[in-house]
């Protein structure tokens, strides 16, 4: 075997040079030395362990918390020509001895488990008795109670130091805030390991976030001007707007996909297949579809409710561009998602501090929409990485939003609240200071308050904002003895009192019709071959039953497009054409290339 980490790159990967710290990653477990690695999604974290896997003797065991993205991996390292297998429990028992005797053989590279799978006394035994290269924890932040996608499970394996005290460990995410990153510490014995922590910085991915009016029309609108024919994520808060969303989608000519854990393990599993196998598709989902979706090309994440963190955030978003081709991450939200993650976290029976921790984070969300300044550096800021300029590429950015002075319309909705007794929601509290005599306003007196009609400067949608605004800066919060209604919190005294000023953010009314043109990865000139290297692609995936992306990236295509090689030599330099797809496929491409 080679033993030169840069020859592997190219020879197998078919790229000319490692980005930011991988090389360094690489060096030091090829030394044998532990590490926690915190790169973002898309910034190449598998290399930084295959490699050592492929070049130390024996076999490099990954645990990695989901079958799909185990089996995506394999598929992928199987193309290059490496010696790649899984074990789990979606395989037939014969096909899980030969991976097993294989194993024993030492004719692997690289085994893929479950953390339960790994755990199995029949596994450790296994395990025993052949070579590790060394033992990689993919998805690693699953080991924090603290964090956003806890695995009891993973806890377990604080036992790897003790089982394989000789094999280099390392853990590896894309997310993880500062306590999340020491329980990762703590809980898997890495207080010895260098800790190799990259920017969180995605600059391909656009952020967008808007205030929901006509939230699937916006969504709509959204797909239809800038991702026609595009891959996307579109995550909800419950199953059954998921499933109406989806078939609503459908309808509207945007062919799309469930996913929640409501539906049968088949059925999702046949969603997912298809989302990976096609270009195309929409998958509308909860949250519980998509921790290793190694599909490369999704072009949008679009939330139709708010997350419950900015970790939650981040990693949902990082599901786009992982090629780093430009990709969005759009979301509406509203007064009512405010109102109901609060009192869902208020009524939860969870710890107290870890309630209060959660509390932290969603306030942290909100205040990233409400932010008038770049979203990428508030966001950056959550993770203690700071961005020298504002980004350029999120909408704050790109359309700078309007401001006014609301310290006196504030003043006027924190006194509303308190006259009407702190035990209604937002609607009623709006009604009276627009002086709508509704019959509720009239039945509980309300039309007799002081600040019955003084909010007549404002219409509806504006209050409604002006409320959002407020229970995002913790001025006020709803009630869950109540039912939703609004009580004034501590921090709104000064504001009262006219001791403290507030800027607040003058939302636009959204456009019914949005000209933004198309969004093309290509030029028009070139969009012929675009579509006949995609065609082509799509029929050798099919004859293989992989997802296209296995084949080639959407990125390797268009490089060929900007450099449209005329020979083998010419199209080894395309990044991402190693020796074995430039064997399997080179000719087959050159041919495409050279019909155009």
């Given at each position: 075997?080679?033993?030169?980490p840069?020859?592997?790159?190219?020879?197998i990967f078919?790229?000319?040079a490692?980005?930011?710290?991988?090389?360094?990653?690489?060096?030091?477990?090829?030394?044998?030395g532990?590490?926690l690695?915190?790169?973002p999604?898309?910034?190449?974290?598998?290399?930084?362990?295959?490699?050592?896997?492929i070049?130390?003797?024996?076999?490099?065991?990954?645990?990695?918390p989901?079958?799909?993205?185990?089996?995506?991996?394999?598929?992928?390292?199987q193309?290059?020509?490496?010696?790649?297998?899984?074990l789990?429990?979606?395989?037939?028992?014969?096909?899980?001895?030969?991976?097993?005797?294989?194993?024993?053989?030492?004719?692997?590279?690289?085994?893929?488990?479950?953390?339960?799978?790994?755990?199995?006394?029949?596994?450790?035994?296994?395990?025993?008795?052949?070579?590790?290269?060394?033992?990689?924890?993919?998805?690693?932040?699953?080991?924090?109670?603290?964090?956003?996608?806890?695995?009891?499970?993973?806890?377990?394996?604080?036992?790897?130091?003790?089982?394989?005290?000789?094999?280099?460990?390392?853990?590896?995410?894309?997310?993880?805030?500062?306590?999340?990153?020491t329980?990762?510490?703590?809980?898997?014995?890495?207080?010895?390991?260098?800790?190799?922590?990259?920017?969180?910085?995605?600059?391909?991915?656009?952020?967008?976030?808007?205030?929901?009016?006509?939230?699937?029309?916006?969504?709509?609108?959204?797909?239809?001007?800038?991702?026609?024919?595009?891959?996307g994520?579109?995550?909800?808060?419950?199953?059954?707007?998921?499933?109406?969303?989806?078939?609503?989608?459908?309808?509207?000519?945007?062919?799309?996909?469930?996913?929640?854990?409501?539906?049968?393990?088949?059925?999702?599993?046949?969603?997912?297949?298809?989302?990976?196998?096609?270009?195309?598709?929409?998958?509308?989902?909860?949250?519980?579809?998509?921790?290793?979706?190694?599909?490369?090309?999704?072009?949008?994440?679009?939330?139709?409710?708010?997350?419950?963190?900015?970790?939650?955030?981040?990693?949902?978003?990082?599901?786009?561009?992982?090629?780093?081709?430009?990709?969005?991450?759009?979301?509406v939200?509203?007064?009512?998602?405010?109102?109901?993650?609060?009192?869902?976290?208020?009524?939860?029976?969870?710890?107290?501090?870890?309630?209060?921790?959660?509390?932290?984070?969603?306030?942290?969300?909100?205040?990233?929409?409400?932010?008038?300044?770049?979203?990428r550096?508030?966001?950056?800021?959550?993770?203690?990485?700071?961005?020298?300029?504002?980004?350029?590429?999120?909408?704050?950015?790109?359309?700078?939003?309007?401001?006014?002075?609301?310290?006196?319309?504030?003043?006027?909705?924190?006194?509303?609240?308190?006259r009407?007794?702190?035990?209604?929601?937002?609607?009623?509290?709006?009604?009276?200071?627009?002086?709508?005599?509704?019959?509720?306003?009239?039945q509980?007196?309300?039309?007799?308050?002081?600040?019955?009609?003084?909010?007549?400067?404002?219409?509806?949608?504006?209050?409604?904002?002006?409320?959002?605004?407020?229970?995002?800066q913790?001025?006020?919060?709803?009630?869950?003895?109540?039912?939703?209604g609004?009580k004034?919190?501590?921090?709104?005294?000064?504001?009262?009192?006219?001791?403290?000023?507030?800027?607040?953010?003058?939302?636009?009314?959204?456009?019914?019709?949005?000209?933004?043109?198309?969004?093309?990865?290509?030029?028009?000139?070139?969009?012929?071959?675009?579509?006949?290297?995609?065609?082509?692609?799509m029929?050798?995936?099919?004859?293989?039953?992989?997802p296209?992306?296995?084949?080639?990236?959407?990125?390797?295509?268009?490089?060929?497009?900007?450099?449209?090689?005329?020979?083998?030599?010419?199209?080894?330099?395309?990044?991402?054409?190693?020796?074995?797809?430039?064997?399997?496929?080179?000719?087959?491409?050159?041919?495409?290339?050279?019909?155009?």
């Open positions: 075997m080679d033993d030169n840069q020859h592997l790159l190219h020879s078919g790229y000319e490692f980005r930011d710290q991988q090389a360094d990653i690489i060096d030091h477990l090829l030394a044998g532990d590490a690695v915190l790169m999604t898309g910034g190449g974290k598998s290399l930084c362990y295959q490699i050592p896997a070049m130390r003797p024996g076999v490099g065991v990954v645990i990695s989901l079958i799909a993205l185990m089996q995506d991996q394999v598929m992928a390292l193309q290059l020509g490496i010696k790649a297998q899984a789990h429990s979606g395989m037939d028992w014969q096909t899980q001895q030969l991976v097993e005797q294989q194993v024993v053989n030492g004719e692997l590279q690289l085994l893929y488990v479950s953390p339960e799978r790994f755990l199995m006394p029949r596994n450790l035994t296994l395990l025993k008795a052949a070579k590790i290269s060394l033992l990689a924890i993919d998805e690693a932040h699953c080991v924090s109670q603290w964090g956003h996608d806890f695995r009891p499970e993973y806890l377990q394996l604080d036992c790897l130091k003790q089982l394989f005290p000789q094999v280099p460990r390392v853990a590896l995410t894309a997310t993880a805030d500062g306590p999340t990153q329980e990762m510490v703590k809980r898997l014995h890495l207080h010895q390991a260098e800790q190799f922590i990259s920017s969180f910085d995605r600059p391909n991915i656009r952020y967008r976030i808007l205030q929901k009016q006509q939230g699937k029309q916006q969504l709509l609108r959204f797909i239809q001007t800038q991702h026609q024919d595009s891959a994520i579109v995550y909800c808060g419950s199953r059954k707007k998921v499933d109406e969303l989806a078939q609503w989608l459908s309808q509207e000519g945007i062919p799309a996909l469930p996913y929640h854990a409501g539906m049968s393990a088949e059925h999702r599993s046949q969603n997912q297949a298809r989302f990976l196998q096609q270009d195309g598709l929409v998958m509308v989902a909860t949250i519980a579809f998509g921790m290793g979706i190694d599909k490369p090309n999704v072009r949008f994440v679009a939330h139709m409710d708010l997350p419950k963190s900015i970790e939650s955030y981040y990693q949902e978003t990082g599901r786009a561009g992982r090629d780093g081709l430009p990709a969005d991450a759009w979301m939200y509203g007064l009512q998602d405010v109102v109901w993650l609060r009192q869902r976290l208020m009524e939860s029976t969870m710890d107290e501090a870890i309630k209060r921790s959660e509390q932290t984070k969603l306030d942290a969300m909100l205040g990233l929409c409400e932010v008038t300044s770049c979203r550096r508030s966001l950056l800021a959550y993770f203690d990485e700071q961005l020298a300029q504002d980004c350029g590429n999120c909408d704050n950015c790109l359309e700078p939003v309007a401001t006014f002075d609301g310290t006196e319309v504030a003043r006027k909705a924190l006194s509303c609240v308190y009407s007794g702190q035990r209604f929601g937002v609607s009623h509290l709006v009604d009276i200071l627009l002086g709508k005599p509704t019959d509720k306003v009239k509980v007196g309300h039309d007799r308050l002081s600040t019955f009609a003084i909010g007549q400067e404002l219409d509806q949608k504006q209050w409604r904002s002006v409320f959002r605004q407020l229970l995002a913790g001025f006020i919060a709803s009630d869950p003895g109540t039912y939703g609004i004034l919190m501590p921090k709104c005294r000064a504001l009262l009192k006219g001791e403290e000023p507030l800027q607040l953010r003058l939302d636009q009314k959204v456009s019914s019709k949005s000209g933004k043109k198309q969004r093309t990865p290509v030029a028009v000139a070139d969009l012929g071959l675009w579509q006949a290297l995609r065609e082509q692609r029929a050798l995936a099919e004859a293989q039953a992989v296209p992306y296995v084949i080639f990236s959407d990125a390797t295509l268009l490089a060929m497009i900007e450099n449209k090689p005329q020979n083998l030599i010419q199209m080894s330099h395309i990044p991402g054409v190693g020796e074995k797809k430039l064997d399997r496929y080179g000719e087959t491409f050159l041919a495409v290339i050279a019909a155009s």
